[in-house]
Every structure is written in C-alpha cells, then in structure tokens.
C-alpha cells in the first residue's frame, strides 16, 4: 500500500484517516480541500487542479484525500488502495456539525476546511443516493482491475482497520 484516495461523503472521516494512514505508511497526505481552495475561498481553475493532481499521483508514495469527481479518474487510475469511507448518512451530518463545533470555521490546516451552508448540508445529506453510486462506478471502472477496494462503513470499522494496516507496516 502505497499510493491511497480516499474518498467518501463530507463528514465521513476522510481527512482524518487520510492523516492516521500517512503516519502509518510515512507517505504525504494531500488534502484535495486545502488545494482547491485559498484562504478566501476560491476555487483554483480544474485545469490547474487535474494538472496538479497528475503530479501528485506520478510520486512514489502518497495518500490523497477528497471526492471531487471530475477529476476522480486521475486518482482512481493511479492507486493501488481506494479507500471508500462509506457512513450512514446520519454519521456524515453529525461528522460536518461536530467538525464545526471542535474547530469553527474557516481554514484550520491538517485538511481541515470549514464553511457549513445550505448547499454543504444538501450535499451531505443527499451523498448516499446521488453521488455515491456515481462513486462507485468510476471506482468500478477506473480502480478494480488494479487496486485494492476498502469499503469502511462507520468509525468502529474505520479505527480497526488503521489498527491493522498499522501492524502490518511494523
């Protein structure tokens, strides 16, 4: 295991693991949030994003983490590990809540980025049945026949899964 996306709904965890596996496997994690977005929130423009992220995946080692389907391919076609963070839809919300209540909003670093509004919780809220089976077919198509797919369903699954990939990089 050594080049990892995560993906997975807002909330779900992602960051977080993303920061648990780089420690494990001693790979630089990249938080696609804390690229695509300045401090004032703007977008950077998806050419330089998709070009950017081809230059992430051509290293040696890495764990990404962020959806950002349009330029999933990319990810998906160069890993060796996808990891799905794949929580109720009830664990997500309470995830962007609790996120926001621990640590307020704005740009806090570590792949943390905050900014709750309607659209983020629509988002959310919706994930599980409009982009999750979108999700699940570019990881179908573009990761399948080469990398290894982890589906994680909840908190519990996802620290015992980090407990074992970390007795295996011992």
């Known amino acids: 295991m050594k080049k990892v ?3 997975g709904c807002g909330g779900s965890g992602k960051s ?3 920061r648990q596996l780089g420690r494990i496997l001693d790979a630089p994690v990249t938080h696609l ?3 695509f977005y300045d401090d004032a929130w703007n977008a950077l423009p998806m050419e330089k994003f998709a070009a950017l992220q081809r230059d992430l995946v051509a290293q040696p080692k890495w764990v990404i983490d962020g959806n950002y389907n349009s330029t999933l391919q ?3 076609e160069a890993c ?3 990891v799905l963070m794949d929580v109720s839809t ?3 919300l309470y995830g962007i809540f609790s996120r926001q209540i621990r640590h307020g909003a704005g740009h806090k670093g570590n792949g943390l ?3 709750i509004h309607w659209a983020v919780i629509k988002y959310v809220a919706t994930y599980r049945h409009k982009m999750r089976p979108r999700v699940m077919a570019k990881i179908q198509q573009f990761a399948s026949d080469h990398a290894d797919v982890v589906l994680l369903p909840n908190r519990r699954q996802t620290r015992r899964w980090l407990r074992n990939v ?3 990089h011992r």
Do not use: C, G, Q, S
Request: hydrophobic share 60%.
């Open 74 to 76: 990319i990810r998906l």
């Open 5 to 7: 996306a995560i993906v």
């Open 90 to 92: 009830v664990a997500a």
């Open 113 to 115: 980025h905050n900014r």
């Open 16 to 18: 977080y693991l993303a």
């Open 80 to 82: 060796d590990t996808v």
């Open 166 to 168: 970390a007795a295996e």
């Open 33 to 35: 949030d804390a690229t």
